[in-house]
């Protein structure tokens, strides 16, 4: 990264064997833990290799592959294509109004439009169900309008699909399109566009041919963003009995009892994911041609005509009713009509399981962040940069199969360790890893260690090195350069980087769903069975709670986000 | 209203713009001749790339008018850019990155047979030197043939005039004599009408046939470079393109005791008439600073005078500044008369 400008810093760089103990301590620590945290991926790859190699038969992995998991895997592909395509259909109109337009109202649109992103998918999903469905309001007023008697009478769409797990999840995943191309298309340099008028273009031919290709880089990361996260669902798809590879992976382990088939069945799903990251770092080595130095100016930016001022409010609100306020208010309603069975549940002591859960977690990810941070700042080794990445890895890891990844390890460890105690006459432990929340803690802090050290690492590129140097030339130790000179500095970002997981640990539906011990319940597991049984009524104010607590990370990002906007 | 007949390729008229309330261009009048090289010469925020923008239809002006090769583009009729068939090169070029080459220039030339438009294509690339580099990406280029590029893509669909906004700001010196040169010849080769615009006035002398000083929103002088150096029109312009001396008649008598200036009013006193001897019953000297430009010194006198502090002048050696207390100064020529 930066190792070029700082070669020729004595002090930054200076010859390995005068760290002391300490810092081979850390190095050791680091390098044990990066290995931790990608135990996952790699007992996944393990598994299925040796058991390949063993000649293992597996049965149920056999009779998938016999019979639904073509089935399965074109499912899963439908979804991630569809909901892409969709999320396209709400994100790009939206986008373009929003940066090369100046209306009144225009910036508080802007950030409504981002808020979507804290509707959990099965929670629109199950109400637009409600609401959808054969017995729902809207198909009972049709019947009572036109005297139809059966469903075989009319058509209608049908919500619990492909395509309705299509619309949900790009309902809810839109915004980082959004947000990807208000950017781009903002930071466009407005010569572009006058460049190609002069060249005789018109507005639609210049909109197709050189606005949009310009953007080019943030759109194939948006979808790509949006293409993993879909595929990587398992809370939508589940509720409309849609069947794709991560609802197979749930089933195998939980329904066959086969963890060698879930492993398979991961593995796939990996693949699947590297295919998507391959082809959106292919667009980011691009952007650096792409990106524009100039900034919009303002007056660069079209007054509407009332007929395109129309036309852009009804669809935005449109986007913005069906994605967010039409199912909040859904969800309040529900409140108020099953107030008791709201507030007499056990809501609260989920919560609170979930909310411990979440600091542990987070602490420990910040933690992680921190040190992994300044070990790579103090070696500026490749080594040290390479465990930086390995440790991030996890947050590409769809849920379900980091689930599985991590059962495989600490399964067998459970194993090995209650044989050594039965060795020495000692009682046995049972499950105490792979059955308790060690086991989900883990998983959170491997899937969102790569946010928070993503926080840490900008704001520690932003401290020059000549202040290490400086202190350090006034007689400071490195821990009292990290101590005094880092880490008040660092302290902002620690805390959006705490805050941020701790938010995605609550909101966290399928590893949980797998991981957690017999009869616990974290906030969203709890919603979600609700939504399963057909009862999200009982749990609406859980629902509510998780969208509020989703909702806090946009706003930060939002604010940081001015300056460009 | 201007004469369609005309060899004229672009006529502004009367020619006003206000920006949120802050009037920009007050009835600018500018005219530029076919095949000719127009500069649009003034400091930074007098608003010559208002002008360019006005013209090219990036801006609409409030009152006035614009005829391109005839035809009336701003005015009572108002013709939207991609209409005008004017070329633009803007400062950063704006080529498009996402582009090659080949396909940046053929961008305007939608409206040709495919084969016409390969043809073209080629014919703008040897125009500009780059033939063979039609399938590279605008990133894989110098600044340099980016430029060339970029005239290149505003030249192929042949438009009437071409506006350059700061063509040579983002070039370095050493290259920048090469590419005037070398776009001057393009220039002639195609017959082109230009108008560029610069704040630096080496650039517009070495590459302008006419100038014109644009000083607070418009036109301050309008003439061929050489004109305005020696017949500045106003204090201002004088002051601007660093003519000389210009003094008052009193002034005037201060250095030149001899000299019988009958007119009151401001004179063009220029540098290089200018000689002094030192002797004992001149000016009493108080200061001297010499700056060496590679051929001859610029000479700045501070005097001893109530009346007039400062005096430029040019030496063609080092003056001994120790020796000097006392100067007298003489004139070789005719002073100018500015006209208010």
Sequence with gaps: MNNKRYRFNFLTRSPHNTYGRAFAFLKGLTTVGTLLLILPALSLIYLVITSTFSGEVDDSFNEIKATVLNHYILNSLLVMLGSVAVALVLAVPTAWWCSRYQFKGRKLLQVLLILPLAMPAYVSGYIYTELLDFA?????????????????????????????????????????????????????????????????????????????????????????????????????????????????????????????????????????????????????????????????????????????????????????????????????LFVLDYWHQNTQSQLWQHLLSSIGLAVIAASVASIIALVWNQEQRITLSKLSSIKLSLSSLGYVIPGTVLAIGLLIPLGSADLMLNRLLIQFDLPRVGLILSGSVFALIMAYVVRFSAIANGSVQSAYEQIPRHQDDAARMLGASRFKVFKDINLPQLRPAVFTAFLLVFIECIKELPASLLLRPFDFETLSTYVYQYASDEQLEHAALGALLIIAVSMLPLLLLHRQNKGVS | MPNPQSDLALAVDNLSLSLSGKPILKQLVLELSRGESLCLLGPSGCGKTTVLKCIAGLLTPDTGSIVVNGRLVAGKQSIPPQQRNIGFIFQDYALFPHMTVAENIGYGLSKLSKSDKAYRINEC????????????????????????????????????????????????????????????????????????????????????????????????????????????????????????????????????????????????????????????????????????????????????????????????????????????????????????
């Design chain 1, 136 to 332: 729902g309001p809207i198909q009972r007023w049709l019947r009572l309008t036109f005297e139809w008697q059966r469903p075989s009478d009319y058509w209608f769409f049908d919500v619990r699909s492909v395509s309705g797990a299509c619309i949900m999840l790009a309902l809810a995943l839109y915004p980082y399109l959004f947000l990807l191309l208000t950017n781009a298309f903002s930071k466009q340099s407005p010569q572009m566009t006058a460049a190609a008028q002069m060249l005789g273009a018109s507005r639609r031919r210049i909109f197709w041919t050189v606005q949009l290709p310009l953007v080019r880089p943030a759109l194939v990361i948006g979808c790509s963003l949006i293409a993993m996260e879909a595929l990587a669902d398992f809370g939508t798809v589940q509720l409309f009995a849609v069947s794709t590879l991560t609802t197979a992976i749930y089933d195998a382990w939980l329904v066959y009892g086969s963890l060698l088939t879930a492993a398979k069945l991961s593995l796939m799903m990996l693949l699947l994911v590297l295919g998507i990251l391959w082809i959106e770092k292919l667009s980011r080595r691009q952007q650096q041609y792409f990106t524009e130095k100039s900034a919009t100016d303002v007056s660069d930016r079209a007054e509407p005509t009332t007929k395109q001022l129309c036309i852009i409010w009804g669809y935005a609100l449109t986007v913005l009713g069906s994605a967010l306020l039409l199912p909040v208010g859904y969800l309040f």
């Design chain 2, 125 to 340: 690339l040897q125009l500009v030197d780059l033939a063979g580099f039609g399938d590279r990406y605008p990133h894989q280029l110098s600044g340099g043939q980016q430029q060339r590029v970029a005239l290149a893509r505003a030249l192929a669909p042949k438009p009437s005039v071409l506006l350059m906004d700061e063509p040579f700001s983002n070039i370095d010196a050493q290259l920048k004599r090469q590419m005037m040169a070398e776009l001057k010849s393009i220039f002639k080769k195609a017959n082109v009408s230009c108008i560029f615009v610069t704040h630096a006035k080496g650039e517009a002398f070495a590459f302008a046939d006419k100038i014109a000083v644009m000083l607070e929103g418009n036109i301050a002088q309008f003439g061929r470079p050489m004109q305005l150096i020696n017949q500045p029109a106003s204090v201002a312009v004088a002051e601007f393109m660093e003519c000389g001396n210009v003094l008052t008649a009193e002034q005037a008598k201060v250095l030149f005791p001899r000299l019988e200036l009958t007119q009151t009013g401001s004179w063009l006193f220029k540098p290089e008439w200018i000689d002094i001897d030192s002797t004992e019953y001149g000016v009493r000297v108080k200061n001297i600073e010499q700056i060496f430009n590679g051929r001859e010194y610029f000479v700045d006198i501070t005097i001893d005078n109530d009346q007039l502090q400062s005096v430029k002048m040019v030496s063609q050696h080092l003056l001994t500044v120790g020796a000097i207390e006392k100067l007298v100064f003489r004139y070789n020529n005719t002073p100018y008369l500015i006209k208010e």
